[in-house]
């Protein structure tokens, strides 16, 4: 009998019990190619030795002591690491065990840095519709995706969303990629004048939309807009690179391509890449400034944070993806999993849209191509390309609601940094097949 209480409490799992490479074998031996690295996690696929072998020695010297008494090697290695490599002014690093803490820390790290300089009524956050910040109360109040947030509405904070940098929805015939990033930025200088500056605290964004949108990146110059109109205002700029981060765009940082920094960075998934649970804000000099020569206390804070084993794990991962120049390699493979999947997609009469940043690619479904208008979300089509895959031996992550949590079907493809030409012929055969199985079945 079964005690677990899975996502899911009517589906049936198979039960995974090896992982070598890019796959995934279950307890029958039948194997998975992870496309998707489980959610954009597996960054360096399954196994890595030198990665297991770093959380062992860890775990004979010491497998835990609490941050509150102790700080350990591993986190502060960890930190200058990150430090050393992150972009502008970003200073310091809290760790914490996943991306939805990731996001609540940085947002009361917001908060009380105003109630430091003595702006208490700086309290509004601002984010995007069909956002995704985590499903903890706080990280689900910001994010901006309508289905995930209904049933708990009467629990959280008030957020107000503005429009996506959404090129392939929202831009007009008429418009450039220029002027429609900043139409759309221009949306938030607008909610901070209407609110009143002085009561807005930080703007939250993907700086490559993963999960509800399926890999959208901004258009040129959006990114530099936001952080003008966030240093005009006074409003903190927080980047979530929970998915998009950590070498998943070919860039250890997802916002470098992009020119631009933030006051307050989340990282998660591939910082420990599965090994371990892990993640990390990341801080610049005048927040962490505000509170070390105000209070001098962060009032927040977790049992696991700063865990040795997972710190351990994730130092072992970033020196991996520099020692194998696999930042590089995301770029290369990324261009060619991406011009394999225009030649079998590109012309696809229910494909609108190929989109993303390296080994972080969405694809969009539509019912017709020229319209752009999308599947009757009743037929759960993201959801038969998923199981299809799966019967297949691929795991990729398709979701519905794209363009409004309700309507809308993408695929999501996050594979491994480590996958060669033989696992993008894989991906594009059987990912092809799944979609077809799933468009025959309406």
């Not at 910001?142 to 904070?157: K, T």
């Not at 999960?211 to 240093?231: H, N, Q």
């Not at 980047?239 to 765009?249: L, P, Q, S, Y």
């Not at 090994?275 to 927040?300: E, M, N, W």
Request: hydrophobic share 40%; charged share 25%.
């Amino acid at each position: 009998m079964n005690h677990v209480f899975h996502r899911s409490a009517v589906a049936s799992y198979p039960v995974a019990a090896s992982g070598e490479g890019v796959y995934i074998k279950d307890t029958d031996g039948k194997s998975y190619l992870d496309a998707s690295g489980g959610a954009a996690v597996s960054c360096l696929g399954h196994s890595d030795k030198r990665v297991i072998d770093a959380i062992k020695t860890q775990l004979d010297e010491i497998p835990f002591a609490h941050s509150g008494f102790f700080s350990n090697e591993p986190m502060e290695r960890l930190g200058d690491h990150l430090i050393a490599r992150a972009p502008g002014d970003l200073d310091r690093v809290y760790f914490v065990s996943g991306g939805s803490e990731a996001i609540e820390a940085a947002l009361k790290m917001a908060r009380q840095y105003f109630v430091e300089i003595g702006q208490p009524e700086r309290h509004k956050i601002i984010a995007r519709k069909q956002s995704y910040h985590g499903n903890t109360l706080g990280a689900l109040a910001v994010g901006g995706n309508d289905w995930r947030r209904e049933q708990f509405r009467p629990l959280l904070i008030d957020a107000t969303h503005v429009s996506p940098c959404f090129a392939y929805r929202g831009r007009q015939d008429d418009e450039s990629e220029e002027t429609y990033g900043q139409r759309v930025a221009d949306e938030l200088d607008a909610a901070i004048r209407e609110h009143g500056a002085e009561t807005v605290a930080a703007f939250v964004c993907e700086p490559v939309v993963g999960a509800t949108l399926g890999a959208v990146p901004p258009v040129p110059g959006y990114l530099k807009r936001i952080r003008e109109i966030c240093d005009r205002h006074g409003v903190l700029l927080i980047f979530d690179e929970v998915m998009c981060g950590m070498g998943r765009t070919g860039y250890l940082f997802a916002c470098e391509e992009d020119g631009v920094a933030p006051d307050l960075l989340t990282i998660a998934k591939g910082l420990g890449a599965g090994y371990q649970p892990i993640g990390a804000t990341l801080v610049s000099k005048k927040i962490f400034g505000a509170i070390r020569d105000g209070s001098g206390f962060f009032q927040h804070g977790h049992t696991y944070m700063g865990h040795p084993a997972a710190c351990a794990g994730a130092l072992a991962v970033q020196q991996v993806i520099e020692e194998d120049g696999l930042l590089e390699k995301v770029r290369i493979m990324g261009e060619k999993l991406k011009s394999a999947l225009e030649e079998r997609f590109g012309n696809h009469p229910h494909v609108g849209d190929i989109r993303g940043r390296g080994l972080f690619i969405g694809i969009e479904l539509v019912e017709d191509r020229a319209s752009k208008q999308s599947f009757d979300p009743s037929l759960k089509l993201h959801a038969k390309v998923k199981a299809n895959a799966m019967a297949s031996g691929l795991m990729c992550y398709p979701m519905g609601g794209t363009i409004d949590g309700r309507v809308g079907d993408h695929i999501l493809l996050a594979p491994p940094f480590i996958i060669d030409d033989s696992h993008v012929a894989e991906i594009v055969e059987k990912l092809g097949a799944a979609v077809e199985s799933a468009l025959e079945s309406r």
